[in-house]
């Protein structure tokens, strides 16, 4: 499954804020450096998840706030217990 995701780094810690529009907000803690925050969001995902850190990977946006991140062994389901009913439309 991918879904969009939108990052704040240098927050003051790690978590999934909640739906922002369309995209899923996540704060971490981590600097936007040698993809040190790609990976703390992969981190933050996957613990929220309860999913192997390797089943989630930033697809598109390595450089971005606005990323792709893609899913393994998700579904919608999972999404809305783990964060929340998603914006209409979104999957």
Do not use: Y
Request: hydrophobic share 40%.
């Amino acid at each position: 499954m991918l879904i969009a995701v939108h990052v704040t780094p240098r927050s003051g810690r790690d978590e999934v804020a909640g739906w922002r529009g369309g995209e899923l907000s996540v704060k971490v803690a981590s600097p936007p450096e040698a993809g040190k925050a790609n990976a703390a969001v992969c981190v933050v995902l996957s613990k929220a998840l309860g999913v192997p850190k390797g089943a989630v990977r930033v697809v598109r946006g390595e450089t971005s706030r606005h990323k792709q991140v893609e899913l393994d062994g998700v579904d919608e389901e999972d999404i809305t217990c783990a964060f929340g009913e998603a914006p209409a439309g979104l999957f």
